[in-house]
Every structure is written in C-alpha cells, then in structure tokens.
C-alpha cells in the first residue's frame, strides 16, 4: 500500500469513531447524528465487499447496495455488525458486515487539519506530509500509536456504555481488557497485555468524564 493512500470504505465503528471526534459528544450522539445521512442516502452504505449495481440488488439488499431505508430500523454492536429489522423480516442472517464510503462521510464531517505531531483519526493528510504521516505517540509517551486503537477504542467505548465503567475490584476491567484483546487477535493484531490494559484504563477515566459531565 503506497504513502497517502486513503481507503474508499470504513466500518461502522470507524465513522462513528469520526464523527464523534469532529463533533464532540458522546458515541450514542456520534451514532445519533450519522444515521441520519444513512437513511437520507446522502451517506452511501454497501454490504462488505459487495459491487454495487443493479435495480435488484439495491431493492432487495441482497449484495451491493444497503437501501437507505434500513437505517430507519438498524443497531450497531460493539463488534462492529449491523442488524436491520429487514433482514428479520426476509429470514437472512441477524448480523452483517457493513462498509460507509469514507468520501461521503467527509463531505458532512471534514477532516479535522493537522495539528503538530499529530494525525487526523481519518480522511487524507496535507499533500506536504503524504510521504511521512506522523502518529500520536502513546500517553506513555514511547512507541507510536497503531492505527487500529482508533477502532478498537470505538469498541471498548461501546462496552463500557452497554455493560457500564468498572468498579475497583470488581473485575470488570480485566473483562474489558479479554474482549478487548480477543477482538484485537480476530483482527490479526496482537500488542503486549501492558499495552491493552494502558488502553483500557484510559478509556474507562474517559467514560467516567463524560457520565460526570
């Protein structure tokens, strides 16, 4: 993959993710505020690595095309899959794989520029810097940041509001950080278990602000 190249699609996640970094607020209003270009059609949605094309198909959404209308009834999990009300009503598998186009997302959310030192969480970087995007380093202030936090911290954040922050010593942390670390290992990353638990520390202080706000 060369130096500046931005992927057409993104996972639910990854926009809501965006959305919520551009606009502030929390995941649910992040969430909130996404859907309803989805459903206007104004945010263009397709079955994961569907083409798209077709009256059929985008009728039916049995490949390519997720008809618009579907988001009026749809819930996203914190794995990432998407159920629609109409894939219950057509008997097809509770759960899919969606991808957003990313160009359409940021029409309505741009990219926030660059800071110093910093990368945007999506969309392309100034022409100047395409060569060498510089990352965030880590709150330890060591290694550079992977890219794939920025999604799994959608994850975690989607746990903490489903299941609540942990108390101390309740264990909770240390389930956060399996699922965690198991939803990284089905994605093909595998950071140290320091690295995972520094993660969801940072997450769960930052879950306990906004409920505090």
Same mark, same amino acid.
């Given at each position: 993959? =060369?130096? *500046?190249?931005?992927?057409?699609?993104?996972?639910?996640?990854?926009?809501?993710?965006?959305?919520? /970094?551009?606009?502030? $607020?929390?995941?649910?209003?992040?969430?909130?505020?996404?859907?309803?270009?989805?459903? @206007?059609?104004?945010?263009?949605?397709?079955?994961? =690595?569907?083409?798209? $094309? &077709?009256?059929?198909?985008?009728?039916? =959404?049995?490949? *390519?095309?997720? %008809?618009?209308?579907?988001?009026?009834?749809?819930?996203?999990?914190?794995? =990432?899959?998407?159920?629609?009300?109409?894939?219950?009503? /057509?008997?097809?598998?509770?759960?899919?794989?969606?991808? +957003?186009?990313?160009?359409?997302?940021?029409? +309505?959310?741009?990219?926030?520029?660059?800071?110093? &030192? #910093? @990368?945007p969480p999506l969309g392309k970087l100034p022409p100047a810097e395409r060569a060498a995007p510089p990352r965030p380093k880590s709150p330890a202030g060591g290694s550079r #940041?992977?890219?794939?936090?920025?999604?799994?911290?959608?994850?975690?954040?989607?746990?903490?509001?489903?299941?609540?922050? %942990?108390? %101390?010593?309740?264990?909770?942390?240390? /389930?956060? @950080?399996?699922?965690?670390?198991?939803?990284?290992?089905?994605?093909?990353?595998? %950071?140290?278990?320091?690295?995972?638990?520094?993660?969801?520390?940072?997450?769960?202080? #930052?879950?306990?602000? #906004?409920?505090?706000?």
């Amino acid at each position: 993959m =060369g130096a *500046g190249y931005v992927r057409q699609w993104m996972s639910p996640l990854q926009a809501i993710e965006h959305v919520r /970094l551009v606009s502030g $607020g929390t995941f649910e209003e992040a969430w909130g505020a996404l859907v309803v270009p989805l459903r @206007e059609g104004a945010i263009f949605s397709r079955f994961r =690595g569907q083409e798209v $094309g &077709g009256v059929e198909t985008a009728y039916l =959404g049995g490949s *390519g095309a997720v %008809p618009s209308q579907w988001w009026y009834a749809a819930s996203v999990f914190n794995d =990432g899959s998407v159920e629609f009300d109409n894939d219950r009503l /057509l008997r097809r598998p509770s759960r899919r794989e969606i991808e +957003i186009r990313r160009s359409d997302l940021l029409q +309505i959310w741009p990219a926030p520029e660059v800071a110093t &030192g #910093e @990368e945007p969480p999506l969309g392309k970087l100034p022409p100047a810097e395409r060569a060498a995007p510089p990352r965030p380093k880590s709150p330890a202030g060591g290694s550079r #940041e992977r890219p794939y936090w920025a999604e799994a911290r959608a994850v975690g954040m989607q746990w903490l509001i489903d299941e609540g922050c %942990p108390a %101390p010593h309740d264990g909770g942390q240390a /389930l956060l @950080e399996r699922y965690i670390a198991d939803w990284l290992g089905d994605h093909g990353h595998e %950071p140290a278990e320091s690295t995972i638990r520094r993660h969801v520390r940072q997450w769960i202080k #930052e879950r306990r602000a #906004e409920l505090d706000a």
